[in-house]
């Protein structure tokens, strides 16, 4: 199953508590919408979520990517233009989300060549350094 909520700017993180309800979805995308790193409490309750669109969620902090470290059907995760995130919450995604083969971080600040250099068994990490 598959959710786009992208653009919608008044979704709030008690909102996204309501997708718990979605026990089978796999793909679900938040980009441009105000979500914090709280909604990732409520994203955990979703066990068989694979690919998830987070794209210029500005709100987003490290905190809440490490909180997706024990995420483990993750595949594909777009962090791109997320202004809170820096390098080192990617490079805790990186590190512990297992299954992940898809990462884009183009357009995050403070990125530098330490992250492409990580984790180099990844099948796709997009970037612009």
């Not at 083969?101 to 250099?117: A, H, I, N, P, Y």
């Amino acid at each position: 199953q598959e959710l786009d909520l992208s653009g919608c700017v008044e979704l709030s993180d008690a909102a996204v508590k309501h997708l718990m309800l979605l026990r089978k979805l796999q793909k679900l995308s938040l980009s441009g919408t105000r979500i914090t790193s709280q909604a990732f409490d409520h994203l955990l309750q979703l066990p068989e979520l694979r690919v998830l669109g987070l794209r210029g969620c500005n709100l987003i902090a490290d905190a809440g990517l490490r909180m997706l470290e024990v995420y483990p059907s993750l595949q594909e995760i777009d962090l791109a233009e997320c202004g809170g995130v820096t390098e080192r919450g990617v490079l805790a995604v990186m590190r512990g989300v297992r299954g992940l083969v898809r990462l884009d971080v183009s357009g995050c600040k403070g990125m530098t060549r330490d992250v492409v250099q990580c984790c180099p068994h990844y099948l796709h990490l997009q970037h612009n350094l």
